[in-house]
């Protein structure tokens, strides 16, 4: 073989390395808060998963969050939220894809309903290379969070099967500051209701 043949060989060999790294890479899951609200409620109504109208006391969370995946599509088929509080108890938040039915202290009623296509619940398919933009509804049954400043970390789990499971956590300094009731992202679901 001679020396011509060799370099170009070698350099034809190189140009798989990206294409090798890529496929031997395994999936990253990134993402940030762009819009939170968080409310505390006399008692708020949604439907279960079976169909049943359920009522419960407490707050409830809703991130407006913005979803990128590395390498591959990232298909998932169940999620939970843990939310960890600055006085170190854990909360496990109820997941809910139904509009919420909202009874606040001062008697008036609101209802809080995400289109289809910005459920996160509803959509268990995030494109690689690309922005996904969803909400997330969390009810906080039996607890009440008066400010943003009490949550430590929020940690959310994408689950495939039961061994494959990807997590992706935020920490108080990755939730915006100054949006939470004037939510800028999030005000276009809410329609306020006279008592």
């Known amino acids: 073989m001679d020396v011509p043949t060799l370099i170009v060989s070698i350099i034809g060999a190189c140009a ?4 090798l790294i890529t496929l031997l890479r395994k999936n990253r899951i990134l993402g940030s808060i762009i819009d939170y609200d968080l409310v505390n409620m006399v008692d708020t109504s949604y439907r279960d998963k079976d169909g049943t109208t359920r009522t419960i006391s407490g707050g409830y969370l809703v991130l407006g969050l913005s979803i990128f995946v590395t390498k591959n599509v990232f298909i998932f088929n169940d999620m939970e939220v843990k939310i960890v509080l600055s006085n170190g108890s854990m909360i496990e938040g109820k997941l809910v894809s139904t509009v919420l039915n909202l009874n606040e ?18 959509n268990k398919i995030f494109k690689s290379n690309a922005v996904n933009n969803f909400c997330l509804r969390i009810l906080l049954e039996g607890h009440k969070i008066s ?3 009490e949550i430590e970390k929020i940690v ?3 689950i495939k ?3 494959n499971r990807k997590r992706l956590t ?5 939730i915006p500051d100054g949006l939470s009731q004037s939510a800028k992202y999030l005000g276009r679901f809410y329609t306020q209701k006279n008592p």
């Open 156 to 158: 959310l789990y994408f």
């Open 147 to 149: 400010t943003p400043n």
């Open 105 to 122: 202290p001062d008697g008036s009623h609101s209802t809080f309903d995400i289109p289809i296509e910005y459920d996160l619940l509803c």
């Open 170 to 174: 935020f920490t108080k300094k990755d």
């Open 16 to 19: 798989w390395i990206p294409i």
């Open 161 to 163: 099967t039961k061994r």
